[in-house]
């Protein structure tokens, strides 16, 4: 009820289809999972008793779970702006549509109890990480779990920082492509993962 009432007096925005906002990516986490699970295994201190590839698969299923339910939230916000202005359009003339979807994502995540800023996100999720694969039998170590969850948030923030870094130079290269390549299609997908991987090893990201 309380999030109607604030609804009715803004307009829905218009939502890019790349998601823009999202704080990973759902083609980020295959890269992400593999660099975590590599960084615990270089940090000497983790062990896999069942292989390094049974805990990428779970790392990656706990982070697509995590992206998964922020497209959740955005989709609501989308889905009750776009209500209103049905309702409502003649109130909204004016209103800055990004500021109003991040202010209603962020009232959704709070009622859903997802936490949206960065730094306790990923902390959280570096926290239930370590629980879940301890609980699984994927990893084991003998230092306290802190230690291990540090390992993996610090993983995970050099990633997304330096994964930025990689896709404006991917999007610069394309820019300056030797054919202009159309955003959407088959020949720009191939070419722009191309060149995303090859970004990424480059920073030792995969």
Do not use: C
Not at 112 to 136: M, Q, T, Y
Not at 179 to 197: K, M, N
């Amino acid at each position: 009820p309380h999030l109607l009432k604030m609804t009715i007096f803004f307009k829905n925005v218009i939502i890019l289809q790349k998601r823009l906002n999202m704080l990973i990516k759902e083609a980020q986490v295959p890269f992400l999972a593999k660099k975590v699970a590599i960084d615990l295994l270089n940090s000497k201190l983790v062990t896999f008793p069942k292989t390094i590839d049974y805990a990428i698969k779970e790392i990656e299923e706990i982070i697509t779970d995590d992206v998964l339910w922020e497209r959740e939230i955005e989709d609501k916000a989308k889905e009750l702006l776009a209500e209103q202005e049905e309702e409502n359009e003649f109130l909204f003339y004016g209103v800055d549509r990004r500021e109003v979807f991040k202010l209603l994502k962020k009232e959704i995540a709070k009622e859903e109890g997802f936490n949206l800023r960065k730094d306790e996100r990923i902390e959280d999720l570096s926290s239930f990480l370590v629980k879940e694969l301890w609980d699984k039998e994927l990893i084991d170590y003998d230092v306290r779990d802190g230690k291990i969850k540090n390992i993996i948030y610090k993983s995970i923030m050099e990633f997304l920082n330096r994964e930025n870094e990689a896709r404006e130079e991917v999007y610069k290269k394309i820019e300056n492509y030797k054919r202009p390549l159309i955003p959407g299609t088959e020949e720009y997908e191939l070419v722009f993962q191309r060149l995303y991987e090859q970004e990424l090893r480059k920073r030792g990201l995969i």
